[in-house]
Structures are given as structure tokens and as C-alpha cells.
């Protein structure tokens, strides 16, 4: 499966964003897809996964009641809607496929990767 990512952009804080990630090549509906960020001079970090299948959520606590993963099938396209955004969300933000049973939050278990897409929350 190929993934592009987009959506990202320049935001004030309080503000929103969508990112996208659609997927070619295959379904993604049989993969769990994760959203990850990582910013300059960090380690790439979990923001939040949808599971193959039933399409269940799970989020870090650092996003939880601001940030929620959709996707639609039919576009082969899932989705981070970004409320309340923060300019500690700064970010590039990467989408990413696993076939790895259980709660993955390891960037290790997800593979491949899409491009990347950037995220700047203003003060």
C-alpha cells in the first residue's frame, strides 16, 4: 500500500485543521491506521490509530477530546480532524499502515509510512 498525506497547514491556536491520508495500491480497510507526529529534535510520536475492520479508536492522552481518525472506505481515505489545536502540536504529522495484532503505538510496528505532511500551530 502507497500513502499520501496532506492537509497541513499554518493555524492559530484554538484554530482546526483536517489531514488527510489516502492509500493506493491497497484496501485500507485491512490495515490498522496509525496518525503519528514528530517534531524538530524529537522522536516520532504517537497521536492516535484506527483499527482494520470494525474501525475502532484509540488516542494518546495528549490529543484525547480534541483530535479524532475517521475514514471512509469508499475513498480509500482516513482522516485526522484537529480541534483546539495548540501550538505544542506543532509537528509533521505522518501517517502509517500496520498489520501488527493489538494496540500498536510503536512508529516500529507501522510500515509503510506516507510523506509527511506539516503542522504549525501560531500562539
Known amino acids: 500500500v502507497q500513502l499520501q498525506a496532506s492537509g497541513g497547514g499554518l493555524v492559530q491556536a484554538g484554530g482546526s485543521l483536517r489531514l488527510s491520508c489516502e492509500a493506493s495500491g491497497r484496501t485500507l480497510i485491512n490495515y490498522h491506521m496509525g496518525w503519528f507526529r514528530q517534531a524538530p529534535g524529537k522522536e516520532r510520536e504517537f497521536v492516535g490509530r484506527?483499527?482494520?475492520?470494525?474501525?475502532?479508536?484509540y488516542y494518546a492522552d495528549s490529543v484525547k477530546g480534541r483530535f479524532t481518525i475517521s475514514r471512509v472506505i469508499a475513498k480509500n481515505t482516513v482522516y485526522l480532524q484537529m480541534n483546539s489545536l495548540k501550538p505544542e502540536d506543532t509537528a509533521v504529522y505522518y501517517c502509517?499502515?500496520?498489520?501488527?495484532?493489538?494496540?500498536?503505538?510503536?512508529?516500529?510496528?507501522?510500515?509503510?509510512w506516507g510523506q509527511g505532511t506539516q503542522v504549525t500551530v501560531s500562539s
Open positions: 484506527i483499527t482494520r475492520g470494525a474501525g475502532s479508536t
Open positions: 502509517g499502515a500496520s498489520t501488527v495484532a493489538g494496540i500498536q503505538t510503536d512508529p516500529a510496528a507501522f510500515h509503510p
